[in-house]
């Protein structure tokens, strides 16, 4: 439902990413040129997806007023930080919920879920070759790890995006539900049971509640 976003490849931008700006009706997208050699193009479909998730969402608009009164608490004395945590809170709460629906888009646009997933484990390994992991057992053994962690819970509190294996499992609860299906319009599997709407965003819910 965006028009078709105009694109600009810059290795400027560090690492492996991409970012979004402007609108539905004039998107624009920066590209990290690192990105763009150390993706495959399935890959790299999923990374311009996932942008244009935000964009088609209006993700944007709320992040530019989670930019906006950060810098503003920056200029209150005293109150300040006081008040950028308490606007942060929710807004990081909101924002990984966002990076969960853009992972969805990207999901669909490049269409295979070992796509999706190896292309958000790049994101986060940068030159690690992950062509070899075996992404259930990476995602088992370290959500495991997270649960045993609470330093681990407090890092993700003060970050507006969900930690990668929650990405990873998050994709895979809507890779099995009745709601890919219903969007993609693919035939459904007959062998396995689907997850309902509400027991997908039941088992989110749980992946992104941080302190239980």
């Given at each position: 439902?965006?028009?078709i976003?105009?694109?600009?490849v ?13 609108t ?7 590209i990290s ?6 993706l495959?193009?399935e890959e790299?479909?999923f ?13 944007l608009i ?12 920056k ?14 809170a929710?807004?990081?709460t909101?924002?990984?919920y966002s ?6 888009a ?6 295979d879920?070992?796509?999706a997933q ?18 259930d ?6 959500l ?32 099995d ?19 309902p709407?509400?027991?997908l965003?039941?088992?989110v ?8």
């Amino acid at each position: 439902g965006i028009k078709i976003p105009h694109a600009v490849v810059s290795a400027q931008m560090p690492g492996i990413n991409a970012y979004a700006s402007g609108t539905i009706d004039n998107p624009y997208l920066l590209i990290s040129d690192l990105a763009t050699k150390l993706l495959t193009k399935e890959e790299l479909t999923f990374i311009i997806g996932h942008e244009c998730g935000h964009l088609a969402m209006e993700h944007l608009i709320y992040h530019l007023i989670g930019r906006n009164l950060n810098e503003l608490g920056k200029f209150i004395p005293v109150l300040g930080p006081v008040l950028i945590n308490l606007v942060n809170a929710p807004l990081n709460t909101w924002s990984r919920y966002s990076e969960i629906t853009a992972d969805r888009a990207g999901f669909l646009c490049c269409g295979d879920l070992r796509v999706a997933q190896k292309a958000l484990m790049k994101l986060e390994s940068a030159w690690s070759d992950v062509s070899n992991v075996d992404l259930d057992k990476y995602i088992d053994q370290s959500l495991e790890s997270l649960e045993n962690m609470k330093l681990g819970s407090f890092k993700e509190f003060l970050h507006n995006h969900p930690l990668t294996p929650k990405r990873l499992k998050a994709l895979q609860y809507f890779n099995d539900s009745d709601l890919y299906y219903r969007v993609t319009g693919k035939q459904r599997p007959a062998d396995i049971g689907l997850l309902p709407d509400e027991i997908l965003k039941k088992k989110v819910d749980d992946l992104l509640t941080i302190f239980k």
